[in-house]
């Protein structure tokens, strides 16, 4: 790639994984030699949604224990719905893609996933520093996957939002949070005019952050 820049991009659980990658990259001096100059998420798993109990420290010692003995046993099967149905075109959505990479019900969460989520996002909650302008992309609002169809295609059905914006300042010290309004899970996924939006403040981040990067340095003497 020679002298191009890159920016490194993650979705859901991806979007934790390389928030926890670039704070690595930092840590060992291989920002620059990457040509890495920032990070964007797309509704990141930032934490585990879900009742209260689930996020106690009791919760979490079991878990760590009981991955420990069976990290491949299935906590949660994919469920048909959903989600899933709000994308796809042979449902409810616009886009085509492989329903067997993808399926609409997700796949199924192993013990042993769902710790080692869990250990990233406590990483996070401590404080990391990605070392580049990072922006995070979420939806106004969450929803259930039990709402109607029309519901599910403006909100975000699988994470809680205010998580994401809760969480948003522990990456890092340049980072830029849009909340889209009626966007969901993929906010790059959503229906047009949101899909837009989004789109939008992504161009509009980019614009001024690679500017920042090919402006000339000045320096003055006193």
């Not at 224990?65 to 048909?80: D, F, H, M, Q």
């Not at 996070?124 to 070392?131: A, E, I, N, Q, Y």
Request: positive net charge; aromatic residues 8%.
């Amino acid at each position: 790639t020679g002298e191009a820049t890159v920016c490194l991009y993650g979705h859901s659980a991806g979007g934790l994984i390389m928030t926890l990658f670039a704070d690595r990259l930092r840590r060992s001096g291989r920002l620059a030699p990457l040509h890495v100059t920032g990070l964007i998420l797309n509704s990141p798993f930032f934490d585990l949604h879900g009742p209260a109990i689930l996020r106690t420290a009791p919760t979490s010692a079991a878990l760590i224990a009981l991955a420990r003995l069976r990290k491949l046993s299935v906590i949660r099967k994919p469920t048909e719905g959903g989600y899933g149905t709000t994308l796809h075109r042979d449902y409810d959505g616009e886009f085509d893609y492989n329903l067997e990479w993808k399926p609409l019900g997700g796949f199924p969460i192993t013990l042993g996933w769902i710790n080692a989520i869990r250990r990233g996002q406590a990483r996070l909650h401590r404080g990391l520093d990605v070392g580049v302008p990072s922006l995070i992309l979420r939806s106004d609002r969450s929803v259930t996957e039990t709402s109607d169809p029309a519901a599910m295609q403006r909100g975000d059905a699988v994470l809680d939002v205010r998580q994401i914006a809760r969480w948003s300042g522990c990456v890092g010290n340049h980072t830029t949070v849009a909340p889209i309004t009626d966007a969901k899970h993929d906010v790059f996924l959503s229906v047009a005019d949101a899909r837009e939006a989004a789109y939008r403040e992504l161009d509009r981040w980019l614009d001024y952050y690679l500017s920042l990067q090919t402006r000339p340095s000045t320096t003055t003497s006193g």
